[in-house]
């Protein structure tokens, strides 16, 4: 596949060769060129702005991507157009002067013209790789390294990224030069795609005000203090040799996982290893350099924990999950002496250090505190509980209803459990196009009827629904005939719009990802979709029951919360006692 996109950069390249050069000429590929330098650095300046300012907030994913890409070509066809307009008459040279150094020229031009285009590209969520070109990969020891295989012939994001890098410390100098605050950004668009080796469904940015710093904290490793554990001692040393270099340790706070975008398959905030870059200076003859740094461990605390847990990234499989945000994250680097932490990359959004106002002292009992548990924990957090530890069921209470600015409309919820078996199994050979795993059903929408005289095995029995590790579900049952007096012919539909939802002792909403229709007979219609949630109550089968049937929904919570209340918009509140073990 990588022979494609090289084949199309290298006919691009050559027609931008014969037209400025055979075609037009040295005038009209200089001035082409000026052009493409032009609007690069216009849309680079305007880049980050347009991001921060605007576009993340309305389409966060495909905002670094748009943000650099539709700028630069709404320039480079409006300069040209008006340097069209304005320069009218040709410069005119030898054919073999044309040939040559308007080639050049072109040749330049084309090299920085898809060179943007694929670093823009490389911004937006389009897979793992842009036509078969992944210029990073990840190792078995969750090191980035270069691909060994999928990469261009002629490295046009790298020479791009590397002469607008030059420009912005020079004659474009603005007091702020783009790889002392962005790093190496062709670099930075491959990291873009290195999710799908570690969660695939993992945000690929941050918006502002969703992660902050909250400490900064600098130690020699050669002075670390004797209350880290030895086990804590070795990963941070990586068993290199630990003079001239030292640890930074930065804190960050985590908002709540809508407000930060992470997962959406399970609720839950997965921040990954390449989404993180610490970016250092040194000051070199009185002249900054910076160099990129990746983290080689994380300490985590949620809102729902009192210790942190500490978490080495050792291989490919190592990141930091957050099941119940808000919480806490703190990023361990290993850079030398001499550098000075200044920026930290972060989902693509730049948090400056020396902006925070924190200070570098080291309090040696409170990094050991900030460090965590060794790292024999560290599966609670990237991998998260086996479910076969766990209670499979535990009651609540549910009491009557509390009425808001609607009538009485009676208890909702008749029962509330925490399990997430079928009311009914079903077999493997009627399951239609539900997505299983085993004996779980995974995803999918399905009405399934049991076959008369069918026979289960221990093979095909299908009967509850898959649960990640780190969450909890909730089966609720809503008994047919208050449902059915609720949301009745009589009912007006915006009853049927209100949102549907469980309170907990955090303050936040959970709302339904599946539900269970069981019909009278052989029949019942099943339906689970991790990826988004049931917000209203039209969006549930509930006008189409009949006597004997009943509806039960299902919710996936965080583990160690409480559910407090059942709530139907403002019109209806039941009081819920149930607890979620953490463990």
């Given amino acids: 596949m990588t022979v494609v996109i090289n084949?199309?950069?290298?006919?691009?390249?050559?027609?931008?060769?014969?037209?400025?050069?055979?075609?037009?000429?040295?005038?009209?590929?200089?001035?082409?060129?000026?052009?493409?330098?032009a609007a690069g650095t216009l849309a680079l300046a305007l880049w980050e702005p347009l991001v921060l300012g605007v576009l993340i907030h309305r389409m966060p994913e495909y905002a670094w991507g748009v943000g650099l890409l539709a700028p630069f070509i709404l320039f480079l066809i409006g300069l040209r157009v008006a340097l069209d307009r304005l320069v009218r008459a040709n410069v005119h040279f030898s054919s073999v002067v044309n040939g040559i150094v308007g080639g050049i020229f072109g040749l330049c031009a084309g090299i920085l013209t898809a060179g943007l285009v694929i670093i823009g590209l490389g911004f937006l969520p389009l897979g793992d790789d842009i036509m078969g070109y992944t210029q990073l990969s990840v190792n078995e020891q969750g090191k980035v390294q270069r691909a060994a295989s999928g990469q261009l012939w002629v490295a046009v994001d790298d020479h791009a990224a590397g002469f607008f890098g030059m420009l912005s410390g020079g004659a474009f100098y603005s007091g702020h030069p783009m790889p002392l605050y962005r790093g190496d950004l062709a670099q930075q668009a491959a990291l873009f795609h290195l999710r799908g080796a570690y969660d695939p469904y993992t945000s690929v940015t941050a918006e502002p005000g969703t992660v902050s710093v909250s400490a900064v904290h600098t130690q020699p490793l050669n002075t670390l203090p004797g209350n880290i554990p030895d086990s804590l001692q070795t990963v941070l040393k990586g068993g290199s040799e630990p003079a001239g270099r030292m640890l930074v340790y930065i804190d960050t706070r985590w908002e709540d996982v809508e407000a930060a975008r992470g997962t959406f398959i399970d609720h839950?905030?997965?921040?990954?290893?390449?989404?993180?870059?610490?970016?250092?200076?040194?000051n070199v003859g009185g002249v900054d350099t910076a160099t990129t740094y990746a983290p080689i461990a994380a300490s985590v605390k949620e809102s729902i924990d009192t210790q942190r847990t500490f978490i080495p990234?050792?291989?490919?499989?190592?990141?930091?999950?957050?099941?119940?945000?808000?919480?806490?994250?703190?990023?361990?680097?290993?850079?030398?002496?001499e550098d000075t932490p200044r920026v930290l990359l972060v989902r693509r959004l730049p948090l400056a250090l020396e902006e925070q106002g924190k200070s570098a002292a080291v309090d040696p009992a409170k990094l050991s505190e900030l460090l965590g548990r060794p790292p024999g924990t560290k599966a609670l957090v990237t991998q998260g509980v086996d479910p076969s530890t766990l209670p499979p069921t535990g009651n609540g209470t549910v009491k009557p209803p509390q009425t808001g600015n609607g009538p009485d409309l009676g208890p909702l919820a008749d029962r509330i459990e925490l399990g997430s078996k079928l009311p009914r199994p079903i077999s493997a050979n009627v399951k239609g196009t539900l997505v299983t795993d085993g004996q779980e059903i995974v995803r999918g929408s399905e009405e399934v009827k049991q076959i008369a005289g069918m026979q289960m095995s221990a093979a095909t029995r299908i009967e509850q629904f898959q649960v990640p590790g780190h969450l909890a579900c909730i089966r609720l049952k809503i008994e047919k005939n208050e449902a059915q007096s609720l949301f009745g012919p009589a009912i007006?539909?915006?009853?049927?719009?209100?949102?549907?939802?469980?309170?907990?002792?955090?303050?936040?909403?959970?709302?339904?990802?599946?539900?269970?229709?069981?019909?009278?007979?052989?029949?019942?219609?099943?339906?689970?979709?991790?990826?988004?949630?049931?917000?209203r109550a039209q969006d549930?089968?509930?006008?189409?029951?009949?006597?004997?049937?009943?509806?039960?929904?299902?919710?996936?919570v965080p583990r160690g919360i409480k559910i407090t209340a059942y709530n139907l918009g403002n019109t209806t509140k039941q009081a819920i006692d149930l607890?979620?073990?953490k463990q």
């Fill in 492 to 535: 007006s539909s915006a009853q049927m719009l209100q949102p549907i939802w469980l309170d907990d002792n955090r303050g936040e909403r959970n709302y339904p990802i599946g539900f269970v229709w069981l019909k009278t007979g052989d029949a019942q219609t099943i339906s689970l979709d991790r990826n988004s949630t049931i917000r």
């Fill in 268 to 282: 839950a905030l997965n921040v990954i290893p390449p989404q993180v870059r610490l970016i250092a200076w040194r």
């Fill in 579 to 581: 607890d979620i073990p």
């Fill in 540 to 556: 549930l089968p509930i006008r189409d029951m009949k006597d004997g049937d009943e509806l039960y929904l299902y919710f996936m």
């Fill in 313 to 337: 990234f050792s291989n490919s499989t190592d990141f930091v999950r957050i099941a119940a945000p808000p919480g806490d994250i703190g990023f361990v680097f290993s850079i030398p002496l």
């Fill in 7 to 37: 084949l199309i950069l290298l006919c691009y390249l050559i027609l931008m060769v014969y037209y400025w050069g055979l075609v037009q000429g040295l005038f009209s590929g200089f001035l082409h060129l000026l052009v493409t330098i």
